[in-house]
Structure formats: C-alpha cells, structure tokens
C-alpha cells in the first residue's frame, strides 16, 4: 500500500454533493458559517446543561444514580444520561467550530 493519489473525484457528482451537504450546506462559504454557528450553539447546550445538572462536590455521586425502583419512565435516568452524552455531541462541534474547518478540502 503506498499514499499515493488515485484520482479526484468529477466535479458533478452524487459524492461531491453529498460532501457539499455536509460541509458547506449547499451554500458555500455562507453555508459553512451557519454550519459553524450551529455547532457553537450545541456546544453551549451541552456546557450549560451539565451545568444545570452538576449537583455540586459534596453530592456529586447522587448525580450518577439511578432508582431502579422506580417506574420505568423517570426523569432522573434522562439525567444521568446526560453527562454520558455530552462528550459525544461536543467533539463533532470541536470540530465544526476548529479553526481547521477547511481540512474537508483534503478529501476532494
């Protein structure tokens, strides 16, 4: 296996678009703002929402139980899931906001 290039891709193609829906919306540059605007905005719903429920340092661990007991539709198992999600959505608006947002060029 070598790194070499074995072609472009056609400039009109189902991939190509498919790229451009991605990265830049269809839009262009104007597309890659709002996609970067967005991605900033999830990532302060997940700051504020681990804020919102971190329950402090003394009871930190009554952040992470769960009462089996209880019915299964319990509001507190949506918020231990929380901040097991939260890592997850942050790196794609990592991502969407780094200032190396143009890397995608590399792959057409």
Do not use: Y
Request: charged share 20%; aromatic share 8%; glycine share 10%.
């Amino acid at each position: 296996m070598s790194g070499a290039v074995l072609g472009e891709l056609p400039e009109h193609s189902v991939v190509r678009t498919l790229q451009d829906l991605h990265f830049d919306l269809l839009a262009g540059r104007t597309g890659r703002v709002v996609n970067g605007v967005g991605g900033f905005c999830l990532l302060l719903l997940c700051l504020t929402g681990l804020v919102i429920w971190w329950p402090g340092r003394s009871n930190w661990r009554s952040g992470f139980t769960i009462d089996w007991a209880r019915p299964l539709v319990d509001a507190r198992r949506h918020a231990v899931a929380r901040p097991l999600a939260a890592p997850a959505l942050r790196q794609p608006t990592v991502k969407t906001t780094s200032p190396n947002a143009n890397s995608h060029k590399a792959f057409r």
